[in-house]
């Protein structure tokens, strides 16, 4: 009898177990769903995670972040400089998302360029701004 309640205990939690697994494994967040402060968390984590050498849509960004809290665009020399930006640090309680509480990506092309501070030095650069 111990023998099978046991058993039971067992299968229970690898039942469990792998449910969670395939939740972590396949589950896409959704940015517009979260409260402000999961949302700040989930853009600096993905910014954070960013490589150079990767090639990086501008499309894939929008699909993972959702829609920018800012966004500029300049036409210089027949390219199209698009900078984004999303709140990765709150600076000051007042209902208003500014440049400050940001991180720039700057896409040529809608080919990720730069980001972080870089982006928006670039970005001034480029649009004369």
Do not use: H
């Not at 939690?13 to 989930?42: G, T």
């Amino acid at each position: 009898m111990i023998k099978k309640v046991l058993q039971y205990i067992i299968l229970g939690l690898a039942v469990y177990a792998s449910i969670v697994m395939l939740v972590i494994n396949f589950y896409k967040d959704d940015p517009q769903a979260m409260i402000w402060q999961d949302r700040e968390a989930f853009n600096n984590r993905f910014i954070s995670k960013l490589d150079e050498s990767e090639v990086m849509p501008l499309e894939e960004v929008l699909e993972t972040l959702g829609s920018p809290d800012l966004t500029y665009v300049s036409k210089q020399q027949g390219n199209v400089f698009q900078i984004v930006y999303y709140r990765t640090q709150l600076v000051k309680s007042d209902g208003i998302t500014t440049q400050d509480e940001c991180t720039g990506l700057l896409f040529k092309n809608g080919i990720l360029l730069v980001w972080g501070d870089n982006a928006t030095l670039e970005y001034t650069k480029i649009s004369g701004e």
